[in-house]
């Protein structure tokens, strides 16, 4: 595969051929999707694109092919530090612990 060839270039920048080692999304226009984690594979990713493009278009004799890149949007929970935060998230999934809460008194 001509993708995996041009990785061999890269053995000595682990970081670019970690970030090209995910094997793109080919659209029909004969454009290259590649999903990466965040900007600063982007950033590496602008040296190495117009060689790889080139590569590309020469070994598969296709004019046409592209290369973008998207970063992937990550959702992370928040985490929970203080007890304020702690009891309202267990309050949120059992509605009874506010009742208990009452009953004894507790303050938070």
Do not use: C, H
């Amino acid at each position: 595969m001509k993708w995996n060839e041009f990785l061999t270039r890269y053995e000595d920048r682990p970081s670019i051929k970690a970030t090209l080692s995910t094997i793109p999304k080919i659209q029909e226009d004969y454009t290259l999707i590649l999903e990466i984690d965040n900007r600063i594979q982007e950033d590496l990713l602008m040296d190495v694109r117009p060689e790889l493009v080139s590569f590309l278009r020469k070994e598969l004799r296709n004019s046409n092919i592209n290369f973008k890149t998207i970063v992937a949007e990550i959702i992370r929970e928040k985490v929970i530090y203080s007890d304020i935060e702690k009891y309202q998230e267990m309050a949120g999934k059992n509605p009874s612990l506010a009742l208990l809460k009452q009953k004894l008194n507790l303050d938070f």
